[in-house]
């Protein structure tokens, strides 16, 4: 018999089994004879080896919701924007039967339902434990969330505009245009308050609901979008009443006249209606942008849903804009000549309408300003993408949706501006770019796609580097009664005899010895940060002009023969809106890439 039952027994190997032994193995072969028994029982090889196909497992269960949540919203979403392309553009014609104010009843339903939903996610999911487990620190930077509050502020400021100049019309029009402003007020309070504190939320619970709520919430900011762009470009192209007069009509005045705000049969019952109308009138750019900034975020924030992100944050980037000077200064150079150009010609295309000597020398300054602008800017471009041949920073490796945003918007909005410029060019090719007005035309087509491509390359790579990161000056304090090889003992302590006491390094020593120490940005990083300024105000200035109302492509009548003026007003209303985009989208880029370069 086995008494010392903590070490292993052999006497099963000997053939003659002790007592606890044999009790082990008939315990063994009771329990399999039970087993087998028992059909409804699986076996132990059964468990091991084949995984059971008939239940399914957690992680099916939540792919398959996954699935379904991503489906039902994407529907959602799709709907909604089919719908409203249909109401936008049966109300931009007068001989369809739909007016602004079907459409902006249609405008009211959305709003009110997306309002509903912030209200119930800032309420009720925000606020469930365990609800946002993560944050994606690259979704809402700081610059971003503060431009969406920007344009959010100027838009309340137009809505309150509309509001007052509306309410002189109630007497003989519809509520609905009163109705519409105020609606768009709250909801543009609530959205911006929901962007600024949740952009950066991954939510983990009610994922569902939140995918449909967060597609409600883009669908309804790209049809309010398209109902704006749409009307803004009705009012600054329309389709001429003669076929002798083939150029723009007078676009400042025929907003303010027409488009459902009060005509002949309407009269306004206060005198400032007419203050109001052009006041709000210059607003509209800002309302467009806030709409598109809040579709990205809201992008965003759809595609990190369930998404588990990694614990840190990114580096932590600092603006420091006394790093450059050579780029911010000629920027601000070009943006003030580009805005006095920009005014000069938007005051002389008006008063000189009918008088074509005029008028085309009013255009060709404005040829000449935005040649000299894209030509710079191509220039500076092409220095930073060589910068870049010298750059050895990695490439970021992780997949973020951010990223993969950003550059999907740049090289879709850019394909506007591309489209405009290269139906010039073959409008001038076509017809011999005889005259100089021609000439120049085709010039900046040329260089506006050279200029394009070149800074999309710019800004796709920036985005795509690790960021430098600065390594602070550690100091080092030599311990005297440290011992180093080939030193003894005896010759330490005379050494430290004859030395004096030195001084006592306190805190604010060591900050100042750091600061003194600093080293300074290296030349690659110096130029990168210069050419990103310049590129950046360059941006500006060509997002200023087209958005502000300037209109080139009609006011020189060339592409407009060549085309027919419906073909070219489709294409410019079509492609200008995306331009203008592109130019506020590569504002925000190029500001990323300044920090992280």
Not at 176 to 204: G, N, R, S
Request: net charge negative; glycine share 6%; hydrophobic share 45%.
């Amino acid at each position: 018999m086995c008494l010392n039952t903590g070490y292993a027994c052999d006497c099963l190997a000997d053939g003659n089994p002790c007592e606890p032994c044999r009790m082990t193995v008939k315990d063994r072969e009771r329990e399999e004879a039970h087993l087998s028994n028992d059909i409804n029982v699986p076996s132990r090889s059964g468990n091991t080896c084949e995984p059971e196909l008939n239940i399914p497992s957690n992680g099916v269960l939540k792919e398959r919701g996954r699935h379904l949540g991503l489906m039902l919203s994407v529907i959602i979403c799709l709907n909604i924007l089919i719908l409203g392309c249909a109401l936008v553009s049966g109300s931009a014609y007068k001989d369809v039967n739909i007016s602004s104010s079907d459409l902006q009843m249609f405008l009211i339903v959305l709003l009110l339902l997306t309002s509903i939903w912030v209200v119930y996610y800032i309420a009720f999911t925000a606020r469930t434990e365990n609800a946002i487990a993560y944050k994606d620190c690259h979704a809402g930077p700081v610059w971003l969330r503060g431009g969406l509050v920007l344009f959010g502020l100027l838009t309340i400021i137009m809505d309150i505009f509309k509001i007052a100049s509306y309410v002189g019309y109630l007497h003989c029009d519809s509520a609905v245009k009163v109705a519409f402003p105020v609606v768009q007020f709250v909801f543009v309070l609530v959205q911006t308050y929901f962007l600024w504190i949740h952009a950066m939320d991954c939510v983990e619970l009610q994922r569902n609901i939140t995918r449909c709520g967060l597609m409600l919430t883009l669908s309804t900011n790209l049809v309010v979008w398209m109902a704006a762009v749409t009307e803004e470009s009705l009012h600054q192209t329309t389709v001429p009443e003669y076929q002798s007069n083939t150029t723009k009509l007078s676009g400042r005045n025929l907003y303010i006249n027409r488009a459902g705000y009060g005509d002949d049969t309407c009269k306004c019952s206060h005198t400032s209606c007419s203050l109001f109308k052009e006041a709000y009138y210059y607003l509209y750019p800002f309302n467009i942008e806030f709409s598109l900034f809040a579709s990205a975020m809201t992008y965003i924030m759809w595609k990190n849903v369930g998404r588990v992100t990694e614990e840190h944050g990114h580096h932590k980037i600092k603006f420091r804009p006394t790093e450059v000077f050579l780029g911010p200064v000629a920027g601000v150079l070009l943006v003030v000549s580009g805005l006095a150009t920009f005014i000069v010609y938007e005051m002389e295309i008006l008063k000189y309408n009918r008088d074509e000597d005029k008028k085309d020398k009013v255009v060709m300054i404005h040829f000449v300003m935005n040649i000299v602008i894209v030509t710079l800017m191509s220039v500076s471009t092409v220095i930073g993408c060589a910068i870049y041949q010298v750059d050895h920073r990695e490439h970021v490796s992780d997949k973020n949706p951010t990223r993969s945003l950003d550059v999907g918007l740049l090289v879709g909005a850019s394909l506007g501006q591309f489209i405009i410029s290269y139906f010039t060019i073959v409008a001038m090719a076509g017809t011999g770019a005889k005259g100089y007005l021609n000439g120049l035309n085709l010039a900046w087509a040329i260089l506006m796609v050279i200029q394009l491509g070149l800074q999309n390359y710019f800004i796709i790579e920036g985005l795509h580097r690790e960021p430098f990161h600065e390594v602070e000056p550690i100091s080092v304090l030599a311990n005297p009664y440290v011992l180093q090889p080939g030193k003894d003992m005896s010759i330490l302590e005379e050494s430290d005899m004859d030395t004096e006491p030195g001084p006592v390094l306190t805190a604010d020593s060591l900050h100042n010895h750091t600061v003194a120490h600093r080293p300074k940005l290296l030349w690659k990083r110096r130029v990168l940060k210069e050419v990103c300024a310049f590129l950046l105000l360059g941006n500006v200035i060509l997002w200023i002009m087209p958005a502000f109302g300037a209109r080139p492509q009609f006011d020189h009548t060339t592409e407009t023969e060549f085309y027919q003026f419906n073909m070219w007003a489709a294409v410019v209303n079509v492609g200008l809106p995306f331009g203008i985009f592109y130019r506020m989208h590569s504002v925000a880029s190029l500001f990323e890439v300044f920090l992280t370069s």
